[in-house]
């Protein structure tokens, strides 16, 4: 399994405006871009996306922006990743009817992987990828030291 850009893009924005979260100022989508190196345009159709998602909310003025709608330990990443990729829920029954004994084992081991995915993912936090985030750089701190 592999993250897409589009997810990558969005979580990097998203750990930039839990980063800032504290402040209560809503961020800009140049100064995320410029933060975290995504192209403005596609940040704005990303956040665009979160924001109807419930997952950012957003101020209008000469001050305004976009800020988390929750703290960073209430937004895990398959909340986000849901609300990008939406759900993957298979809804045809028909087709379970006509699979094979082979590919009927071959589904079973892929759900089997799609949901420890999805724990791992419901696991993790904004505020968890923060504190990761952290504890690297203070390692990087002290090896220049």
Same mark, same amino acid.
């Given at each position: 399994?592999?993250?897409? &850009?589009?997810?990558?893009?969005?979580?990097?924005?998203?750990?930039?405006?839990?980063?800032?979260?504290?402040?209560?100022?809503?961020?800009?989508?140049?100064?995320?871009?410029?933060?975290?190196?995504?192209?403005?345009?596609?940040?704005?159709?990303?956040?665009?996306?979160?924001?109807?998602?419930?997952?950012?909310?957003?101020?209008?003025?000469?001050?305004?922006?976009?800020?988390?709608? /929750?703290?960073? /330990?209430?937004?895990?990443?398959?909340?986000?990743?849901?609300?990008?990729?939406?759900?993957?829920?298979?809804?045809?029954?028909?087709?379970?009817?006509?699979?094979?004994?082979?590919?009927?084992?071959?589904?079973?081991?892929?759900?089997?992987? &799609?949901?420890?995915?999805?724990?791992?993912?419901?696991?993790?936090?904004?505020?968890?990828?923060?504190?990761? /985030?952290?504890?690297?750089?203070?390692?990087?701190?002290?090896?220049?030291?």
């Amino acid at each position: 399994m592999e993250i897409s &850009c589009k997810s990558e893009y969005a979580i990097l924005a998203l750990l930039e405006m839990a980063t800032h979260y504290e402040s209560g100022e809503p961020m800009q989508i140049r100064q995320i871009a410029a933060q975290q190196n995504i192209p403005d345009r596609y940040l704005e159709q990303l956040l665009a996306t979160l924001r109807r998602g419930g997952i950012l909310k957003s101020q209008r003025g000469s001050k305004g922006g976009y800020f988390l709608a /929750r703290e960073p /330990r209430k937004i895990n990443l398959l909340q986000v990743l849901e609300c990008l990729e939406g759900s993957d829920v298979r809804t045809c029954e028909e087709e379970v009817d006509r699979k094979t004994l082979d590919s009927s084992v071959v589904d079973e081991i892929w759900q089997e992987a &799609c949901q420890t995915a999805n724990s791992v993912l419901q696991k993790y936090t904004l505020q968890d990828l923060c504190e990761k /985030r952290d504890s690297r750089e203070q390692l990087d701190i002290m090896y220049y030291i």
